[in-house]
Each structure stands twice: as structure tokens, then as C-alpha cells.
């Protein structure tokens, strides 16, 4: 018997909207100056016949999703073609029912048939990894929670648990502990009761930004923003500070760790945290870095809050222990944290934390916090440059999750006027100020976006499929 609030995807719109970067970053080993935004329409309809429509994007972040010595665009354009296919294939979805359950029927049953037989149509092509797979589907997840509350006039954040959902958690996870227990519960059950309408701000110091005016080259554009990391801190008012690093040079990366802690100290800025790129093998090099750290500069040190994801992707083929690096500092899962089983392997190993994002599906990001929750876990929700209708749901997600500080957001650093109709509508979600973002202007139903009253012109669609 179905719930009476139950839904159906009956349509799907997909547009690619490309940004250009007012200054490059640099993912693992690769540097990038553009990069393609998806946007979905998604169409449902209810039980009763009535139907509503929400929004999804999501950034193709192409080089943190798919290392490879494929060229940029080939990877790219597999991307864009994979997205056309879930299109078609979210609009004739079979599944009714809350979007966590519909969601997670399409990522369990639809998602890895669609993968293997695209792979197997690009004739010994390298395949998309999974990992890519879930950022070109997220954009199509995200759409189908904001439908479900603009269906049902309600923010979407309020329809996780009874009588919105059919299935309890115990229908998705399962517990490592003894002492937990998934039954009967819901995901409200997981997140914060009142969420916080200002977030403070993670700057992402890339690997490739330049720290002071010796660094400069004099190839900086000249549009108004500012370059250097003094200039950011101080129009910002930012007190945390996230450090890219090489992963596999450790003289540069400690001499960046501490320059940028120097920055920061002199500017008042209060934490710092260190994303090592997913290229250490071996977790004696985290571990170096931060005992000369602690000896030589213990007030840095004591700055560094956390430490993502040092190590390879696939969690799978490399079961590090990495116990020496959390006992050390939080050590958090991202690349790696495709969904909570892969957080419990991880919890395993020796992780601590998981970063969390919107572009792995609204779905799984909830299903992963209320497993890390239930198991003592701690949260950060991290950003993938998200520009756009994309930084509302990245904010959402962080202020319902409460996570260890705030939400890392950095498309205003990059591509500041890519938000420009968005930022008419949110201001505070575009343009940090004390160091803080500001949700006060989401609102209404699904994830509050308020599409109606910003002024973009999208291109024309690359994909529109309908239920016959």
C-alpha cells in the first residue's frame, strides 16, 4: 500500500551551463580554469494526479571525480553524455514514493546498469569510474527532493521522517555496533532540530593560489576581487582556512602549512585544516608533517582542526590502517565516502570523520550522516566549487547536519559572477561576510531556492524526456 505522499518522476530536463575561472585550481594533479555546471527540471506527480517540478545542479567537476591521463574534454564529454542517458532514464523510473526511497532505488537498481552499458558503448574506452557516475546522478537526486516538497509546499528538510516516509532507516543501513540500532528511525532523527541561518566560511587556499605578492606572476586578473590571501581574509572577515596540498612532496607541503599559518596567525583567523589530494600512500608521511608541526610551530598545530583525505580513492583496493594519522588529528573520509558502507570500511581503518557532499546525491549524504551519527562519527560538509542553485542545497546540507564548523564554499573565490541572478535573491550565500554565509533568504517549499524570482536565461536543452 502506497503512502498517501508518495510521488512518481515523470519528466526530466537537462541543461549544461559552462563557468570560466577567474583564477585555476588545482585537484590532485591537475589544474583547471572552466568547468560545466548540469542543471535538471525534474517533473513528479503525486497519487492524486498533481504535479510539481524542482531543481538539481551540480558542477562536472571532472578532475576530482576522474583522474586519468584522458584529456580534459573526452572525460567531459562522457560526462555530458552519461547525463543525457539518466535523463531518459529518471523520466520512465518505475518507483514511487518518499525521494529517499525513489532515490535510493534508482542508485541501487537503475544507476549501476546504466554505467556498465555506457561503458560497454564506448568501445574499450576507459570507463567512468562510480565516483563520477554519482556526481552526473546527484544533480537528478537533488531535483527530485526539491519536486517532492514544492508537491507538497513544505521545506524538504521537514518530510524526513513519519508520515512522510514509508521506510525507516533500518531499511537502508546497517549498524557495526551491537548498541546501535536503525529501527524505527527516521533521518530527522540524525539531524539538527534547529538549523543555524549563518554558517561560518572555509576559504580554500589551492594549490596553485598565490599566498603573498612574491608569489605573483602578473598574469592575475585585475576585476575588483581580491588575489592574495591577506586581501581575502580581510574583505571576508574568514577564520578558516583550508590548505590543498601536494601529497607527495613533503618539504613543499609543510613549507605551505606553515606559510599559510603564518597568514593566518597575523590576521586573526582561528583554524586551519589540510587536504593532502589523495595521493599519500603511506600514512607515515601525514604523520611526519604533523609531529615537525607540533614541534616547531605548536600554536599551528594546535589550529589544524582536521585532515581530509589523504589517501587513494578506492577504499576497497587500499585498506590502509590509519590509525596513526587520527590518533594524531580527525582524520575524515571525502573521495572515499561514496556511501556509508564505504564509512564503515572506513570506520574500520581507522577514519574519523566524513565530509560529506550533495554532489554524491542528497540521498546518500543523508543515508552517510545518520550512519557516522549513529556510530559517534563526526561530519564537515566540503564543497566542490558550488556556484549557482548548487550552493543552496551544499548549505542546507551543512546547517541540518551540524557538522564539526561550518561548510567549506569557495565558488566566490573562482567564478564570483557565475552566481550573479542567484546572488540577487541570496546575497549572504554568495559573498562571505565575518567570515559567515548566510541561509536567512532560503525559503518556502522544497529546498527554498526561489527560482520564480531570479532572472537567468538557460541554453537550450540538451535533453527533455517525459513518461508516455
Known sequence: MHNPHD????????????????????????????????????????????????????????????????????????????????????????????????????????????????????????????????????????????????????????????PWMSRTLADYLAPADEAVSFAGKFPQDFLVHTAPSRLAAWHLVGGVDPLDESELKGDEPRDGYPVVLADWIKRDGLRCLKIKLRGNDAQWDYARTVKVGQ????????????????TVSDPQYVCEILDRLCAEHPRLYGMVLYVEQPFPYDLEKYRID???????????????????????????????????????TQTGALLSACWARAHGMTLMVQDLTNPMLAQVPHCLLAAHTGTIMGVETNSMQYYPDASSAEAK????????????????????????????EMTRTLPVAAASAHRL
Open 7 to 162: 510521488i512518481l518522476p515523470c519528466g526530466a530536463q537537462l541543461y549544461f551551463l559552462p563557468v570560466h575561472m577567474r583564477m585555476p585550481i588545482k585537484f590532485g594533479t591537475e589544474t583547471v580554469s572552466h568547468v560545466t555546471c548540469a542543471r535538471c527540471r525534474m517533473e513528479v506527480r503525486g497519487l492524486d494526479g498533481r504535479t510539481a517540478e524542482g531543481w538539481g545542479e551540480t558542477p562536472l567537476s571532472v578532475t576530482w571525480v576522474w583522474p586519468s591521463a584522458l584529456s580534459y574534454e573526452a572525460r567531459l564529454e562522457a560526462m555530458q553524455s552519461f547525463c543525457i542517458r539518466l535523463a531518459a532514464a529518471w523520466a520512465s523510473f518505475d518507483s514511487r514514493g518518499h525521494p529517499m526511497e525513489v532515490g535510493h532505488d534508482f542508485q541501487q537498481q537503475a544507476l549501476p546498469v546504466l554505467l556498465s552499458e555506457f561503458n560497454a558503448s564506448r568501445a574499450g574506452a576507459e570507463p567512468m569510474p562510480w565516483l563520477a557516475a554519482l556526481v552526473c546522478n546527484s544533480l537528478f537526486d537533488l531535483a527530485l527532493h526539491d519536486a517532492y516538497g514544492n508537491l507538497h509546499g513544505r521545506p524538504v528538510y521537514q518530510t524526513y521522517g513519519a
Open 263 to 278: 597568514i593566518a596567525l597575523s590576521h586573526g583567523v582561528d583554524w586551519l585544516t589540510a587536504d593532502f589530494n589523495c
Open 425 to 452: 535573491i541570496h546575497p549572504g550565500l554568495y559573498r562571505r561576510q565575518e567570515g559567515k554565509v548566510d541561509l536567512s533568504t532560503i525559503g518556502g517549499a522544497g529546498f527554498g531556492y526561489r527560482v520564480d
Open 322 to 360: 590509519v590509525r596513526s594519522v587520527s590518533a594524531r588529528k580527525p582524520l575524515f573520509l571525502d573521495e572515499s565516502a561514496h556511501d556509508w558502507e564505504h564509512v564503515r570500511l572506513g570506520r574500520e581503518l581507522g577514519w574519523t570523520g566524513v565530509a560529506l557532499k550533495t554532489c554524491k
